[in-house]
């Protein structure tokens, strides 16, 4: 069945803001080419010589992106809200900006024309403004508070036709009671079954006929001992919880706790609400980036998530000190999140009009909140990706470092070395108990190392000097197991054997903890298999969603806080690098057969010339050596053989191996060439 829809003579379709030129139409199967043939009316258009900025349009231009006046200033100002959503307010100027704002079609240095603008430029003086307030027979606060009322058209009330009738009823909260109060037991299962109640199936029609209006006999036992309980709450912890507000939330921001003078007795607090509880309310404050908040008799506001230009919809329905009634969405921790009782408006149902909705609820960022991981999880935020790191824990080596280990040597070593002192110094422990040995200065646990150098085998080396306390040692089973040691020594030597300490009481101590931390990191290890097998079977991921990216999430020159290439003093790939094996291999090789000449670089001006001057220097001994040598040869008889005495002035000491004088290698980049030699080199 086809239906044809007809539009009435009355319907028009509204006229287009920049209407298309008529066209003639033409057959769609020839493709639309201008008529060269077709003669030019010349009315519309004469051909003459213009010049290109002289050229004549067509006459839709002005039509098309002329002015238009269609609008008024205000309808224009409302459609620039709209579209660019800069005002969600509606505008409340001061006299100085009235007048500015009308006299912006008057020229400049030019009486004012418009009786707009010269009544707004009388209404600058105070005088003629309380003569004009006098005159509308109003008095001055009446007359600012009228600024504030909505200029122009004010919608009706929404009216929601399309839902039923509220059901409201007294539940007790599913959460009830909070974490660490105890309470009866028996009255627990008692209010309880309350919720196994709501999930009996009623009949309409049979609810219906079963209405009544008297609330004698309401069965409200289970929410009376529910009172009962959350009473004897409140009297054990109102005065904690006033406390923990002054610590936490020492600056104002709307939706905070009620103290002090705000507090009032009988306001319900948080345990008293839940998710999906309809309550009665007054709007106390509407922020413009943050939303509105309702007093519903708690110690906490309840906050209605609007923000940007939502207000623009709304700000004829929602208004401060209007009655309303709202359903609350989540109930969330008020030392965590900025707002703990989130909620949506019923009744005026507005909920429709809101369209940038929060992601995620407000919450405070505390000194202590290191972790940035545990806080993002708490708030319930997604993780930040990060690169995928590719390691397994599962797959790595077992630990059994324990990191009292260390402390534990220090505490060994400083216990030989009394021993050692005793034993080299009677005398000065003589009469002293070693229990009894004081520290001679004031020990300082967070000063108890120092970090100085010290002369070896003539090297400066750095030196770190460790202190320990006596009271952490215990001297007195040390002494008793070097004496027993010594006992039995002396009985081996007399045996005629010889006697070795294989572990010590430390020793033993040290292997005990290790063994410890091997152990717990098995058991962690056990542990973590189990939880991957888990879910594995489930189906399960093994990581959190979207912690880990791959590479190509990224992108290129991303910063890497472990790649090399972004620390500060990044000077290149250094030269002790496998990467340049082979170039350091030739360069040495270069250098040995060249000389120096190619490494200039590596020392200042006049410690080359130096260095020349000691090579001329001892090529002249060496000389003066020579000749010495063959006239004492000479004077000897030794004339007739052949001198066969080729040498010349040229130095051969620079085209020794890489062996001579390796200490003089440059040093690129803290790294020092390493003898080597060449061959092999440029072997094919």
């Known amino acids: 069945m086809h239906v044809v829809l007809q539009a009435p003579h009355l319907f028009s379709f509204p006229k287009p803001l920049n209407p298309a030129p008529k066209t003639q139409p033409f057959h769609h199967h020839f493709p639309c080419l201008p008529s060269l043939s077709k003669p030019v009316n010349p009315k519309k258009f004469a051909v003459e010589c213009f010049s290109s900025d002289e050229f004549p349009v067509d006459e839709t231009f002005l039509e098309n992106f002329g002015p238009k006046d269609k609008e008024t200033e205000d309808e224009a100002r409302r459609r620039n809200w709209i579209e660019r959503g800069w005002a969600p307010w509606e505008e409340i100027l001061t006299p100085e900006a009235n007048f500015a704002r009308k006299s912006l079609n008057e020229g400049e240095e030019v009486p004012l024309q418009s009786p707009e603008a010269i009544e707004a430029f009388k ?70 079954e309350a919720h196994k109640l709501l999930a009996v199936r009623m009949d309409l029609e049979e609810l219906e006929r079963e209405v009544r209006t008297d609330d004698k006999d309401m069965c409200l036992d289970r929410y009376k001992m529910f009172l009962k309980q959350y009473k004897e709450w409140v009297a054990a912890n109102k005065d904690r919880l006033e406390e923990e507000s002054y610590k936490y939330d020492q600056d104002y921001h709307p939706g905070r706790r009620k103290r002090g003078k705000d507090y009032k007795e009988g306001m319900y607090e948080l345990p008293f609400y839940y998710p999906g509880q309809i309550c009665q309310g007054k709007v106390t404050t509407l922020h413009l980036y943050q939303g509105a908040f309702v007093d519903i008799g708690g110690v906490y506001d309840g906050w209605v998530p609007i923000k940007g230009n939502d207000w623009y919809w709304i700000r004829h329905h929602i208004k401060v000190g209007m009655n309303v009634i709202v359903e609350i969405l989540a109930k969330r921790d008020p030392y965590r999140y900025r707002f703990p009782i989130e909620m949506r408006f ?65 505490i060994h070593v400083a216990e030989q070395m009394i021993l050692d002192d005793l034993e080299a110094n009677p005398e000065k422990y003589k009469g002293k108990k070693l229990s009894e040995l004081t520290d001679e200065d004031d020990y300082n646990e967070e000063n ?121 003093d990044y000077w290149g790939e250094p030269k002790t690098s496998e990467k340049s094996k082979q170039e350091r291999m030739t360069d040495a090789h270069n250098k040995s057969i060249v000389g120096k000449g190619t490494v200039w670089y590596e020392m200042s001006y006049e410690e080359a010339i130096k260095q020349k001057l000691r090579r001329e220097a001892r090529s002249k001994e ?63």
């Open 123 to 192: 209404m600058l003086k105070p005088s003629y403004r309380l003569k004009k307030v006098k005159e509308m027979g109003l008095t001055e606060d009446e007359w600012y508070q009228k600024q504030f009322e909505i200029k122009g058209e004010i919608p009706e009330p929404l009216q929601t036709l399309w839902t039923g009738p509220l059901v409201v009823r007294h539940v007790p909260p599913r959460d009830w009671p909070p974490r660490g109060w105890e309470v009866d037991k028996e009255e627990l299962e008692f209010i309880r």
């Open 346 to 410: 019923v009744n005026p149902n507005i909920d429709h009009l809101i369209f940038n909705r929060f992601e995620f609820p407000p919450i405070f960022h505390r000194d202590e909140d290191t972790n940035t991981d545990e806080l993002r999880r708490d708030s319930g935020r997604p993780p930040v990706p990060r690169k995928d790191p590719g390691t397994k824990p599962e797959e790595e080596p077992l630990l059994s470092n324990h990191p009292y280990i260390n402390k534990l040597w220090h």
């Open 448 to 568: 108890n190392v120092i970090h100085t150098k010290a002369y070896f085998k003539k090297s400066l080396l750095p030196k770190m000097i460790l202190k320990t306390s006596v009271k952490d040692l215990d001297l007195e089973a040390a002494l008793a197991e070097r004496e027993l040691h010594n006992k039995l020594s002396r009985e081996a030597k007399e045996r005629g054997e010889e006697y070795k300490i294989t572990k010590l009481r430390r020793n033993i101590e040290m292997d005990e903890y290790d063994f410890m931390h091997w152990r717990r990191s098995f058991e962690e290890r056990e542990a973590l298999i189990r939880d991957i097998s888990c879910r594995q079977a489930l189906g399960l991921p093994l990581e959190e969603p979207g912690r880990y990216k791959d590479a190509s999430f990224f992108g290129k020159d991303q910063y890497d806080p472990s790649n090399p290439l972004y620390r500060y």
């Open 622 to 684: 060496m000389m003066q050596k020579e000749t010495e040598e063959g006239s004492s040869k000479r004077k000897q008889g030794k004339d007739g053989e052949d001198e066969e005495d080729d040498e010349d002035d040229f130095d051969y000491s620079i085209l020794s191996g890489p062996s001579v004088e390796f200490a003089d290698q440059p040093h690129i980049n803290g790294a020092e060439f390493s003898s080597i030699s060449d061959e092999g080199v440029f072997d094919g």
